[in-house]
Nanobody
Framework: QVQLVESGGGLAQPGGSLRLSCAAS????????MSWFRQAPGKEREFVAG????????YYANSVKGRFTISRDNAKNTAYLQMNSLKPEDTALYYC?????????????????WGQGTQVTVSS
């Protein structure tokens, strides 16, 4: 069965960095786009970053553009989110998600499998 397992979350100071990982299994990882979402307490789950399966093109929410980098290693069936210059408003539960085959959207309905999430807290 499809499984997505996030890791790498934790506590970081403002201006600091964290690297999240998403280990995938149960499907042919290289043929699916992958995305990261986040959800802060009391807020809707929001798109953060996405990467395609075909050519590795990336797409980012404006709030993280220039600070976060999404990547993937198809040999390891793993997607990553490198987060630099962290801000307190980046505090959230971060989810990895698989993008539906053939989808051209990055919204939540365009994703069919989700991980359990990893907590990121940015505080001094």
């Amino acid at each position: 069965q499809v499984q997505l397992v996030e890791s790498g979350g934790g506590l970081a100071q403002p201006g600091g960095s964290l690297r999240l990982s998403c280990a995938a299994s149960g499907f042919t990882f290289s043929t699916y786009g992958m995305s990261w979402f986040r959800q802060a307490p009391g807020k809707e789950r929001e798109f953060v970053a996405g990467i395609t399966s075909s050519d590795g093109s990336t797409y980012y929410a404006n709030s993280v553009k220039g600070r976060f980098t999404i990547s993937r290693d198809n040999a390891k069936n793993t997607a990553y989110l490198q987060m630099n210059s962290l801000k307190p408003e980046d505090t959230a539960l971060y989810y990895c998600a698989r993008r539906r085959s053939g989808s051209i959207s990055y919204g939540r309905p365009a994703h069919d499998y989700w991980g359990q999430g990893t907590q990121v807290t940015v505080s001094s």
